[in-house]
Nanobody
Framework: QVQLRESGGGLAQVGGSLRLSCASS???????IGWFRQAPGMEREFVAA?????????FANYGDSVRFRSAITIENETVYLQLRNLQPEDTAVYTC??????????????????WGQGTQVTVSS
């Protein structure tokens, strides 16, 4: 089974930026890749996903809370989540996961088959 590892979290100032990384032990071929976040006492929230449209192409999709200030990309078998204009409400543990490629259920965390351990993002004012 694929093993995922996130990195890049940390402490950021309001208005700042962070780039989170998600690396896979076996690559991402055939998978959708998604980022979710969970703040204390809150439910897991969809952040962004790359949905596999064809074996060679991926479409990016974003949750409403980060839609215009984030970017999800993939380079050399690592998926990146760039977060800009960070706000205190972005404070959460960010986790990447994979699901069957092509699925349109990329915003449903219960449809993912593997997860990383998460990386903490803390935004201070």
């Amino acid at each position: 089974q694929v093993q995922l590892r996130e990195s890049g979290g940390g402490l950021a100032q309001v208005g700042g930026s962070l780039r989170l990384s998600c690396a896979s032990s076996g690559g991402f071929s055939g998978y959708n890749i998604g980022w979710f976040r969970q703040a204390p006492g809150m439910e897991r929230e969809f952040v962004a996903a790359l949905r596999r449209h064809t074996p060679e192409s991926l479409f990016a999709n974003y949750g409403d809370s980060v839609r215009f200030r984030s970017a999800i990309t993939i380079e050399n078998e690592t998926v990146y989540l760039q977060l800009r204009n960070l706000q205190p409400e972005d404070t959460a543990v960010y986790t990447c996961g994979v699901q069957v490629g092509g699925s349109y259920a990329y915003a449903r965390s219960d449809q993912y088959v593997a997860w990383g351990q998460g990386t903490q993002v803390t935004v201070s004012s």
